[in-house]
């Protein structure tokens, strides 16, 4: 409960793309059992590397979130899926684990496998529908960033106030990962990348 209210505290939100609240995403309904912490290291969108880059820079960050959650759900597994077109954060983040209960599994790399319904066949066979929640397989989903939000919101009581964000394609000089604030303009963000 005191994991959960620091995540709540801090304002942490899912840093994939649809920044549900955190807090409420780790309060399933009654009767859901969740046997199943699935960290998300397959972006979605194809030129999205922000991810890519945290898992392979701050490894032991992601994993300090990864068993935070862990410990505020009470479960006793964890999986790690990314996708076989990025083997230097599979090495990484493989190399940084330091127990059985949390492992990392290759997925084929293809779109959308970064979407939650995807990713959770891919490493476990579980499907589920489009009217189900992941909960209604036994799990529950975050990204890479939000567990790193949750490490700093824990472990330094620091609220979400940034995040990476990847700029990226034909119109910019210097396509790359930017750490921004919360709130910096999309327009500041190009000029940046040129």
Same mark, same amino acid.
């Given at each position: ?6 995540? #709540? ?16 995403? %780790? ?10 912490? %699935? ?11 922000? !991810?890519?880059? %945290? ?15 862990? #410990?505020?759900? !009470? ?41 939650? #319904?995807? *990713? ?12 189900? *929640? ?12 939000? *567990? ?21 394609? !034909? ?9 921004? %604030? *919360? ?12």
């Amino acid at each position: 409960e005191e994991i959960i209210e620091c995540i #709540r505290d801090a304002g942490n939100v899912g840093m994939g793309g649809a920044t549900f609240p955190t807090h409420v995403k %780790l309060s399933p309904p009654e009767g859901k059992n969740i046997n199943l912490l %699935l960290l998300n290291g397959a972006e979605c969108e194809p030129f999205l590397t922000s !991810d890519y880059r %945290l898992m392979v820079e701050c490894p032991k960050r992601v994993l300090a979130g990864v068993k935070l959650l862990m #410990r505020a759900l !009470d479960v006793k597994k964890a999986i790690i899926g990314i996708e076989d077109n990025k083997p230097e954060a599979i090495e990484k983040m493989t190399a940084a684990i330091d127990t059985h209960a949390i492992r990392v599994v290759p997925v084929q790399t293809k779109y959308p496998q970064g979407a939650e #319904r995807q *990713l959770i066949y891919a490493t476990t066979k579980r499907a589920i529908h489009a009217a189900m *929640l992941p909960a209604d397989a036994g799990c529950i989903v975050d990204n890479v960033e939000t *567990l790193i939000g949750i490490h700093y919101a824990v472990a330094e009581g620091r609220p979400l106030t940034e995040r990476i964000v990847t700029v990226s394609g !034909d119109a910019v000089q210097n396509p790359g990962n930017y750490k921004v %604030l *919360l709130g910096t303009n999309h327009r500041e963000l190009i000029e940046a990348a040129g």
